[in-house]
């Protein structure tokens, strides 16, 4: 996958049950020669922790706006310039509503809306979060903006329902990023 090789990617994880696949992800990117940053949500560490994602990148992970040793050179613009790309991997109902209305309450939303670098998104969700028509919307006025969208598969859902609204596993992610980029 010599699309991403030397490619800056910063992973921004979001608060749902598919964050555990980001670890994988963080995983099989640095596998096919990227170099990772991860960004959580605050949700996002109550389902995987910074640690996790510390250890598989090899570098420190931000979590927070408020992080005064990051922010007192404006650490969080620093990070919007540093990427090639930004993921977004797990996407949430609520992220993508973010993103589509340009708000930047947290660590991550700032981050996509500060950034020039390439987005794309890997949603993740119940089906009927996916199906519901405001988040339809929301992902057409990100698309209509440039934005990648990667998914979402249909299967097993942790709620236990099946239908459309599970994340890409890792390995899709990369495939599609790699293929992108090469």
């Not at 947290?106 to 981050?111: F, G, Q, Y």
Request: aromatic fraction near 4%; proline fraction near 4%; charge should be neutral.
């Amino acid at each position: 996958m010599d699309g991403l090789q030397d490619r800056k990617i910063l992973l921004c994880v979001c608060g749902g049950i598919a964050a555990y696949k980001s670890a994988a992800l963080v995983r099989r990117l640095g596998d096919a020669g990227a170099r990772v940053q991860v960004a959580m949500t605050d949700a996002a560490t109550r389902f995987v922790t910074a640690q996790t994602f510390q250890a598989l990148s090899g570098r420190p992970v931000r979590t927070s706006l408020w992080d005064e040793a990051a922010e007192a050179a404006m650490g969080h613009i620093e990070l919007a310039r540093w990427p090639d790309q930004v993921l977004v991997a797990p996407a949430t109902a609520n992220t993508l509503a973010k993103l589509a209305h340009g708000l930047a309450d947290d660590l991550v939303s700032t981050l996509c809306l500060a950034t020039a670098a390439p987005l794309a998104v890997v949603p993740a969700m119940n089906r009927l979060m996916w199906a519901h028509p405001a988040t339809q919307s929301n992902l057409a006025l990100l698309r209509g903006r440039g934005v990648r969208v990667l998914g979402p598969a249909a299967g097993g859902q942790a709620c236990g329902e099946v239908g459309e609204g599970r994340m890409l596993e890792p390995g899709q992610v990369v495939a599609e990023l790699a293929g992108a980029a090469g």
